[in-house]
């Protein structure tokens, strides 16, 4: 099939009415944000017709707590994705390419991860967590989210799928195990690497149900937990446009993040794919 063969009308029409329909509320979030609140309450249809304003961001950036909580969640989003990415590396290699006892056996222990909902664990994780004193706490947030069986499946099968041949000419040439990881098959999984980085940070910015947990502080609410709070206590906010404008705020570094990463995204797609 050509790649850049063309969509019939019909397909074209199609394509164009879904992605309207996708689209339509985040038109609708950006023109709210837009409008002053004072018309908002009188009829939110005004978000139609000008004038607009960024008095709702400029409120954001200057007297409101979504940049901290902005802060918080960049930490915890960024802490996590770092902590999957090397810890589901180095054991996705060890799978992979190295020989040890029970390897098949602790490796379907691992994947049995995915079958177990976070839900079934939420108490005694409350609990440990309590004990440690690591609620309200940035590593209370992060840690968590470095159990990631799936990102230990993905990382497995892209290292199976490295030819071995390179680890045997690494090897004759006197590289060591960790010399032959860190500069050999490390690179060549840059893709993989910034799928799961993508994938894992999305998650751990979106997240809102171990936040709303362990953070019971403001000085410690992500920006999820922070919009819920805001929204739940609507009679006290700024009013509609204030929170459509938190809601794009929030929204502008996973588009970034996305932005970025595009390219190792469809590359890691398009060779799991051929795989």
């Keep these: 099939m050509n790649p850049r063969a063309r969509l019939s009308p ?14 339509a509320p985040l038109l609708w979030t950006i023109l709210l944000s ?16 000008g004038p607009y304003t960024l008095e709702n961001y400029r ?28 810890l589901c590396s180095l054991a996705g290699y060890g799978f ?24 079934a664990v939420i108490l005694p994780r409350h609990q440990l967590f309590a ?21 230990v499946f993905f990382m497995t099968q892209y290292f199976r799928a490295i ?9 004759l040439d006197g590289a060591s195990r960790f010399t032959l990881f860190w500069k050999v098959l490390l690179p060549l999984t840059r893709p993989a690497q910034a799928t799961l980085g993508v994938f894992t940070f999305l998650g751990s910015w979106n997240d809102y149900w171990w936040p709303l947990i362990s953070a019971t502080r403001s000085a410690r609410f992500t920006l999820t937990v922070g919009l819920a709070s805001a929204q739940m206590n609507y009679a006290q906010t700024s009013g509609l446009g204030f929170l459509m404008a938190q809601a794009v ?25 051929v795989r």
């Design 10 to 23: 019909a397909a074209l029409v199609a394509v164009t009415i879904g992605a309207a329909i996708m689209l």
């Design 34 to 49: 837009l409008k002053a609140n004072s018309e908002l309450m009188r009829d939110t249809a005004s978000a139609f017709s």
């Design 59 to 86: 409120a954001i950036l200057v007297g409101s707590s979504v940049t901290h909580w902005l802060l918080n969640s960049l930490i915890v989003s960024l802490g996590t994705t770092a902590g999957v990415l090397i």
């Design 96 to 119: 992979a390419r190295l020989d040890f006892p029970f390897r098949r056996s602790l490796f379907v222990f691992v994947l049995l991860g995915l079958a177990i909902p976070e839900q």
């Design 131 to 151: 004990w440690l004193h690591l609620h309200n706490s940035y590593p209370g947030l992060i840690l968590p989210g470095l159990v990631a069986p799936f990102g």
């Design 163 to 171: 030819p071995v041949e390179l680890d045997e000419a690494a090897m």
């Design 249 to 273: 705020f929030a929204s502008l570094p996973i588009l970034i993040v996305y932005i970025i990463f595009q390219k190792q995204i469809v590359a890691a797609m398009a060779g799991a794919a």
